[in-house]
């Protein structure tokens, strides 16, 4: 990384020049302070090297939570031209659609404060997680086909949600051009016992409290309010996910030796977008999204049925209302404003969440308004923030804000670092309850590993590209 050469261009945003086999420059939003976290991190190459592929379009992007990925950094977001653009499994991540989905309740801090603890087991002893953990939903090959053409609809009309539920998911949870067949028999496997599973990793269910509202319209659009309790779930597509990324991995290397195409790091194998095999891939990755947001479905169906037994309230006591659905892996086909005309582009986002003001289309009417939800968790027991996005993310970053706080440790630095602490008494004296399958996941998932949540959100906040409306304090978090 030492030949990458930063320039300033404001306090939040950094310009890599373009230079050699760049086809377009880079921008990596970043404060100073976030800045300083880049040097010892590869991810800034990766900007640099992303911005080689072929049709890409305006630059190669990063937002302050970037980190090293496999090929693309995770926080790195590219827009492809449809002729002469690539798709790449790499700029989409292995598990695809992993994403957030913030439910809110009708219950206030006072009503559970002393039943956290209760509420934690209850969930932990029912929502499935861990590395290879399964369902209660054991799908044949005609309901899985059905899955992954349908995604959160399927969970739907199969009882586990409701239309409203839809509504308020990007995409209505449903990924258009998904194809069962371009996915593979071992894909297909892997998916079968995994539906309705939390998974391992960072990935986790936290019960949270609306601590501070910044923007009041914005929250009473989305319904928050300050005491309120809400639940975040981030998951993905799990083994199934990971499958169709390793699969098409494997072809777009063929595919790039049979087109000629040329990459500075191999982790970057791709396709064009014009191509049979690009094709193929974005309907297999479709396939993968929708058992995602059906995935996700369950898992919020799951919460609530034991939160209505664990707290004996009717589901209008309750009052579970999702009030968003976030992708943060995916590419799709969207339309934006190059050099004043109207493009269709093919906008990968890795680790990166999609941010539409005001007033588009693809904006859930309720919240049309006001701009969409853009749900922003933290590590391990800070919470999370809501943002909404702003106009300027449609002229600067294709629609597209930060995803999380970002990592500052590998998994094995975090390992070692945490050697001879107890991560789950640590979060416990900071009132917050924590329960894992795995000491080993709590190690690598330890605060220390994440930049700080609230620098990255301020970046977001201060450049323009999404707003912030609301914070999230955790109180119990539960992971695989």
Same mark, same amino acid.
């Given at each position: 990384?030492?030949?990458?050469?930063?320039?300033?261009?404001?306090?939040?945003?950094?310009?890599?020049?373009?230079?050699?086999?760049?086809?377009?420059?880079?921008?990596?939003?970043?404060?100073?302070?976030?800045?300083?976290?880049?040097?010892?991190?590869?991810?800034?190459?990766?900007?640099?090297?992303?911005?080689?592929?072929?049709?890409?379009?305006?630059?190669?992007?990063?937002?302050?939570?970037?980190?090293?990925?496999?090929?693309?950094?995770?926080?790195? =977001?590219? $827009?492809?031209? !449809? /002729?002469? %653009?690539?798709?790449?499994? +790499?700029?989409? *991540?292995?598990?695809?659609?992993?994403?957030?989905?913030?439910?809110?309740?009708?219950?206030?801090?006072?009503?559970?404060?002393?039943?956290?603890?209760?509420?934690?087991?209850?969930?932990?002893?029912?929502?499935?997680?861990?590395?290879?953990?399964?369902?209660?939903?054991?799908?044949s090959g005609k309901d899985q086909k059905k899955v992954l053409e349908e995604g959160a609809l399927w969970a739907v009309k199969n009882g586990f949600g409701s239309d409203e539920d839809l509504e308020t998911t990007e995409d209505g949870g449903a990924m258009l051009g998904?194809?069962?067949?371009? =996915?593979? $028999?071992?894909? !297909? /496997?892997? %998916?079968?016992?995994?539906? +309705?599973?939390? *998974?391992?990793?960072?990935?986790?269910?936290?019960?949270?409290?609306?601590?501070?509202?910044?923007?009041?319209?914005?929250?009473?659009?989305?319904?928050?309010?300050?005491?309120?309790?809400?639940?975040?779930?981030?998951?993905?597509?799990?083994?199934?996910?990971?499958?169709?990324?390793?699969?098409?991995?494997?072809?777009?290397?063929?595919?790039?030796?049979?087109?000629?195409?040329?990459?500075?790091?191999?982790?970057?194998?791709?396709a064009y977008l014009s191509s049979q095999r690009g094709k193929d891939y974005l309907a297999a990755m479709a396939c993968g999204a929708n058992y995602a947001w059906a995935n996700r479905q369950l898992l919020m169906h799951r919460t609530r049925e034991v939160l209505e037994k664990r707290l004996r309230l009717s589901p209008r006591e309750l009052g579970m209302r999702?009030?968003?659905?976030?992708?943060?892996?995916?590419?799709?086909?969207?339309?934006?404003?190059?050099?004043?005309?109207?493009?269709?582009?093919?906008?990968?986002?890795?680790?990166?969440?999609?941010?539409?003001?005001?007033?588009?289309?693809?904006?859930?009417?309720?919240?049309?308004?006001?701009?969409?939800?853009?749900?922003?968790?933290?590590?391990?027991?800070?919470?999370?923030?809501?943002?909404?996005?702003?106009?300027?993310?449609?002229?600067?970053?294709?629609?597209?804000?930060?995803?999380?706080?970002?990592?500052?440790?590998?998994?094995?630095?975090?390992?070692?670092?945490?050697?001879?602490?107890?991560?789950?008494?640590?979060?416990?004296?900071?009132?917050?309850?924590?329960?894992?399958?795995?000491?080993?996941?709590?190690?690598?998932?330890?605060?220390?590993?994440?930049?700080?949540?609230?620098?990255?959100?301020?970046?977001?906040?201060?450049?323009?590209?999404?707003?912030?409306?609301?914070?999230?304090?955790?109180?119990?978090?539960?992971?695989?």
């Open positions: 990384m030492s030949e990458i050469k930063f320039e300033r261009i404001d306090a939040n945003r950094l310009l890599l020049p373009q230079s050699g086999g760049m086809r377009v420059p880079g921008i990596i939003y970043a404060n100073d302070k976030l800045a300083e976290l880049l040097q010892g991190d590869e991810s800034a190459r990766q900007v640099a090297n992303v911005a080689h592929l072929p049709g890409i379009v305006s630059y190669s992007l990063a937002m302050p939570d970037v980190h090293w990925g496999y090929g693309f950094p995770i926080g790195g =977001v590219a $827009a492809f031209d !449809l /002729e002469e %653009g690539i798709i790449s499994p +790499g700029g989409v *991540g292995y598990d695809i659609n992993c994403g957030c989905r913030l439910i809110a309740t009708k219950l206030n801090f006072g009503d559970i404060k002393s039943k956290i603890a209760d509420l934690t087991t209850a969930l932990y002893q029912h929502i499935p997680s861990g590395v290879g953990s399964t369902g209660a939903v054991k799908l998904a194809d069962p067949e371009k =996915v593979s $028999a071992r894909a !297909l /496997e892997r %998916g079968k016992q995994q539906l +309705g599973t939390l *998974g391992s990793g960072n990935h986790f269910l936290e019960i949270e409290v609306v601590q501070e509202i910044f923007d009041e319209n914005a929250a009473v659009a989305f319904g928050l309010q300050k005491g309120q309790i809400v639940i975040m779930i981030h998951t993905g597509s799990r083994g199934l996910g990971y499958q169709i990324c390793d699969d098409y991995l494997a072809l777009m290397v063929k595919h790039m030796q049979e087109t000629g195409i040329v990459v500075p790091d191999r982790q970057l194998a791709c999702l009030v968003y659905d976030v992708c943060h892996n995916i590419a799709k086909i969207e339309t934006f404003s190059v050099q004043g005309k109207a493009q269709k582009l093919c906008v990968h986002r890795k680790g990166a969440t999609r941010a539409f003001p005001a007033g588009h289309e693809a904006v859930p009417a309720r919240y049309r308004s006001v701009g969409q939800p853009v749900l922003i968790p933290g590590d391990m027991g800070t919470g999370s923030y809501v943002l909404v996005g702003e106009p300027k993310a449609m002229t600067e970053t294709f629609g597209s804000a930060c995803h999380g706080a970002g990592r500052v440790m590998s998994r094995s630095q975090a390992t070692r670092q945490s050697r001879g602490r107890s991560i789950t008494h640590e979060m416990a004296d900071k009132g917050v309850v924590v329960m894992a399958s795995s000491k080993g996941t709590l190690s690598e998932e330890m605060p220390e590993a994440y930049k700080n949540l609230h620098d990255v959100v301020q970046v977001m906040h201060e450049a323009g590209i999404a707003r912030k409306v609301a914070r999230l304090k955790a109180l119990a978090c539960i992971k695989g």
